[in-house]
């Protein structure tokens, strides 16, 4: 049969698996949990509780370090000094038109990283009130876009099973859309924060264990892919479908 | 009762209260309240100036966009915290993917986990937990920190300096040459 060739000797160790090997496990504290830890938000018991555990935790304990950088109070600097005075008047304010910025981003003036990002959180913006429509109850979707400027085809469907799955997703398959130059698939944690994404040329994204690692249970995701032409526009995309692992008792 | 006595929360409320036409003092508030912490954080973490003003702009972009998805079930400070430590970590690890950095500085091929049989499967787990137990039995607390900051949160070496305020010669890199060593000479010698 055709075996994938192994190389001789010793396996080397892989990025995934350091990566995979050094992340929380299931005893331990969700992130927002180590943050309101940071925070001082914790009554005394849990964040005894909390620090014993990360002592012999490397995961929780890095986490920790990372959000009390945040509450503790920063060093001035003239670094820090410039930076802000570099910042412009609340960046990100909704403008009222912004529920419907096209999904593809705009040809302009500004620098092309500022324009990766805000067509990354133009997608974020749809993809948030996609999920509102789900919550709402009433029709899925990305309602209020331009359809006739950005989705030119239709939906795509999944062909792998979401919704509430015994473990974590090791491939994402859909249905192929005629004329796509690639696949964008995202997957969205609680608040709609991305967790992990992909651009991938087939229709199927095989997840790193990194990515699947980053995947905790019963907490809800949610799943998006969409079609792209070589510009980079939308041809088509899918509904927001929900993810879910429950192992098994 | 003037703007700048409200609560963070408060201001999240009345924010939404107004809706679409939100209430622009609010959100001015809150972010000249929180600017400098998401800023100095962001420093901290990235080192560079100029992606740390874009970072900054990304996260409040963010949390504008996404006030209603807060449920007011911690302070809203906190909240802001996940929004930033989010955009963050996403962009470190984008970063890390498209410049392919890997263990070796080579490009290690991921298993593609639906087509690998039961046994290599079994395999690859059996190797997990040898792995776990390796880092929790021979790294020192900083290392294993250090290398969860880099491999994991995709931060950058500089960055877990600051944050962890390492004052030695190498700083972060020489605690990840150290447990790399340890667990390549543990780990790869144990296996099979
Ligand atoms: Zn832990």
Redesign the pocket.
């Known amino acids: 049969m055709n075996e994938i060739p192994r190389s001789p000797g010793k396996p080397r160790l892989s990025i995934d698996e350091l990566d995979a090997a050094l992340r929380?496990?299931d005893?331990?504290?969700a992130t927002a949990r180590l943050a309101a830890a940071a925070a001082g938000e914790l009554a005394a018991d849990e964040l005894r509780a909390l620090e014993a555990?990360?002592a012999g935790?490397a995961?929780?304990a890095a986490e920790l370090e990372l959000a009390r950088g945040f509450f503790e109070p920063a060093a001035a600097s003239a670094e820090l000094d410039e930076l802000l005075a570099r910042l412009p008047a609340r960046p990100g304010a909704p403008a009222p038109s912004a529920r419907i910025l096209p999904m593809r981003s705009r040809p302009g003036a500004r620098p092309a990283r500022r324009v990766a990002w805000a067509a990354a959180a133009s997608v974020l913006l749809a993809v948030a009130l996609g999920v509102v429509a789900l919550r709402d109850g009433s029709a899925p979707g990305l309602p209020d876009r331009p359809l006739d400027d950005v989705v030119r085809g239709g939906r795509i469907d999944w062909t792998t099973a979401l919704g509430t799955l015994p473990a974590a997703p090791g491939r994402l398959a859909w249905g192929a859309v005629a004329g796509a130059d690639r696949y964008r698939v995202e997957i969205f944690g609680v608040d709609a924060l991305p967790i992990a994404a992909a651009e991938v040329e087939r229709a199927e994204w095989t997840l790193a264990p990194g990515d699947r690692g980053r995947l905790e249970t019963h907490v809800t995701y949610r799943v998006r892919v969409v079609a792209l032409d070589p510009s980079g526009a939308e041809l088509a995309a899918s509904d927001v479908a929900e993810l879910r692992i429950e192992p098994p008792r | 009762m003037a703007i700048d006595e409200l609560e963070d929360e408060e201001l999240v409320r009345r924010a939404l209260a107004a809706g679409r036409g939100a209430d622009e003092a609010c959100l001015d508030q809150l972010f000249a309240r929180h600017r400098a912490r998401v800023a100095g954080w962001c420093l901290r973490i990235c080192g560079d100036r100029e992606e740390a003003a874009d970072l900054v702009q990304e996260v409040f972009l963010r949390v504008f966009e996404r006030l209603a998805s807060f449920r007011f079930e911690s302070r809203f400070s906190t909240w802001l915290y996940l929004v930033t430590r989010s955009v963050a970590i996403n962009r470190g690890i984008a970063e890390r993917r498209r410049r392919g950095l890997s263990l070796d500085d080579e490009q290690v091929p991921e298993p593609a986990a639906d087509e690998t049989p039961v046994d290599e499967r079994l395999a690859v787990e059996q190797r997990g937990s040898q792995l776990r137990t390796a880092i929790a039995e021979t790294l020192d607390p900083t290392e294993a920190r250090v290398l969860y900051l880099h491999y994991v949160d995709g931060l950058t070496l500089p960055g877990i300096d600051r944050l962890l305020g390492l004052t030695n010669k190498s700083g972060s890199k020489a605690y990840i040459v150290s447990a790399k060593r340890k667990l390549r000479r543990r780990f790869e010698g144990a296996d099979r």
């Open positions: 929380a496990g005893g331990c504290p555990h990360a935790c995961a929780c």
